[in-house]
C-alpha cells in the first residue's frame, strides 16, 4: 500500500528516526514501512489500545527490536523529553479525546524533535478516491454502531486547524497522491463489495439498516463506474 505513495518515502528518508515512538500502531505495516525506508533508528517503541493489533504487529516487525504498549489511557508510562520522532499514521481520526492525545506527545518529544501525522484527506479527490473515502465513511458509521469510536476523515484544512490548535508548529507540509492507476479492477470492486455487503449485514438488527443499506447501494454503484484506491494524504512534520 505504501509504495503507492512515492512521495511518502522520500520524506520518511530524510528524517533522523534516533529514539522513535509510533502511537497508533495498529497491525505495524506504517512503522515496517519506515524501519525499512530508514535506518537512522536507535530505539523503536509501539503503542496501540488493541491488543490483538499488537500482537499481529509483533509478527509483522519480528525482525526489529520494538518495545510494544498495549494502553488507552493516559499517560503513558513514559518520561518526558524521551522521543526525537513520533509518527502518527491514519490515526487521528481513532481518536477520541485528540487534544489530550497531541498534548501528551509534546510531553514525549525532545526540544528539537519531530512529531509526524500523515492523514488521508476529503478534498480534491478523484472519482476513484471518493469510492475509498465512501467505503470509509460508512465503516466508521458501522463501527460507532457497534461502540467503537471512529470518525470519517477530514479535509487539509481541519486537519492544519486541529494541530495548529494544539500549539504544534508546521515545519513542512505536503500532499501525498497515490500513483496507482484507478482501473475498473472487476477482481478488487469485488473484493469491495464483500467488504461494503458483511458492514451492512453486522447492523442487519439495528433501525438505521435500512439507511445504511441505501448508502451501500450507492457505494456499490459508485465502485462499478469508477473503480477504487486509496485517496490523497496530508503529510505534516510539527515541532513544539
Request: hydrophobic share 35%; net charge neutral.
Amino acid at each position: 500500500m505504501y509504495s503507492d505513495y512515492p512521495s511518502l518515502g522520500t520524506h520518511i528518508q530524510e528524517i533522523n528516526l534516533r529514539d522513535y515512538l509510533e502511537l497508533g500502531c495498529g497491525d505495524g505495516g506504517f512503522l515496517k514501512y519506515v524501519l525499512d525506508q530508514n535506518k537512522s533508528f536507535k530505539s523503536i517503541t509501539a503503542v496501540d489500545i488493541n491488543s490483538e493489533s499488537i500482537k499481529k504487529a509483533r509478527t509483522t516487525l519480528q525482525t526489529f527490536k520494538v518495545f510494544f504498549i498495549v494502553q488507552e489511557n493516559l499517560p503513558l508510562g513514559l518520561e518526558s523529553d524521551q522521543f526525537d520522532t513520533i509518527t502518527l499514521s491514519n490515526t487521528l481520526h481513532h481518536l477520541r479525546d485528540k487534544p489530550s492525545v497531541l498534548a501528551e506527545l509534546k510531553r514525549l518529544i525532545k526540544p528539537n524533535g519531530k512529531i509526524i501525522i500523515t492523514e488521508m484527506i476529503t478534498n480534491n479527490l478523484t472519482s476513484a478516491e471518493q469510492s475509498y473515502c465512501r467505503y470509509h465513511a460508512l465503516r466508521a458509521e458501522v463501527d460507532r454502531l457497534h461502540g467503537v469510536f471512529h470518525e470519517t476523515t477530514y479535509t487539509s484544512a481541519e486537519i492544519q486547524r486541529m494541530v495548529s490548535e494544539s500549539r504544534l508548529r508546521i515545519v513542512k507540509k505536503a500532499v501525498l497522491l497515490n500513483v496507482k492507476e484507478a482501473v475498473l479492477d472487476t477482481g478488487e470492486i469485488s473484493e469491495m463489495e464483500s467488504k461494503v455487503n458483511e458492514l451492512i449485514q453486522s447492523v442487519s438488527e439495528t433501525p438505521e439498516y435500512s439507511s445504511l443499506d441505501e448508502k451501500a447501494r450507492s457505494i456499490k454503484a459508485h465502485l462499478h463506474q469508477y473503480g477504487i484506491k486509496r485517496p490523497r494524504q496530508l503529510y505534516l512534520e510539527t515541532t513544539i
